[in-house]
């Protein structure tokens, strides 16, 4: 798994500007076409993206451009019309939640945050199953 950042934000600024949310909607996961149908998943699917770090829940995005043993889950999102006593939800999709500190690079001490293995799982409601 890696991240991707969307063209449309400045990090993860600006996911109150309604006109980037209609046009994007809400934190996309990319997916190719057989690891969705290997793992039951279809175009608008919210999937749930676990590491041993933890897990988020994002919408897939069918792209024949990623590559079948790769997943692009989308970066930096938080919900600014939840509460801010949850901080938004930013625990929800951030992609920050699937990372850890406890190994860092030892040019740049920063955090793995490419080829970082993980799992995927549709979300099913109960009338889906």
């Known amino acids: 798994m890696?991240?991707?950042?969307?063209?449309?934000?400045?990090?993860s600024?600006?996911?109150?500007?309604?006109?980037?949310?209609?046009?994007?909607?809400?934190?996309l996961v990319q997916i190719h076409p057989d690891t969705a149908a290997k793992?039951?998943?279809?175009?608008?699917d919210q999937v749930e993206i676990e590491t041993e770090n933890?897990?988020?829940i994002q919408e897939v995005y069918?792209?024949?451009?990623?590559?079948?043993?790769?997943?692009?889950a989308a970066y930096g999102w938080w919900f600014p019309?939840?509460?801010?006593?949850?901080?938004?939800g930013w625990?929800?999709?951030n992609f920050n939640m699937l990372t850890t500190t406890r190994s860092l690079g030892k040019e740049f001490g920063t955090p793995?945050?490419?080829?970082?293995?993980?799992?995927?799982?549709?979300?099913?409601?109960e009338d889906d199953k």
Request: negative net charge.
């Open 112 to 125: 793995d945050l490419k080829g970082i293995s993980c799992r995927i799982r549709p979300l099913r409601s």
């Open 54 to 56: 933890g897990s988020i």
């Open 13 to 27: 600024s600006y996911r109150w500007v309604e006109g980037l949310r209609e046009r994007e909607g809400g934190p």
């Open 2 to 11: 890696t991240s991707a950042k969307s063209p449309l934000y400045l990090h």
């Open 91 to 93: 625990k929800t999709s």
């Open 39 to 44: 793992y039951g998943i279809s175009e608008g």
């Open 81 to 88: 019309e939840q509460e801010e006593q949850e901080l938004f």
């Open 62 to 72: 069918i792209n024949e451009d990623v590559h079948p043993r790769m997943v692009y």
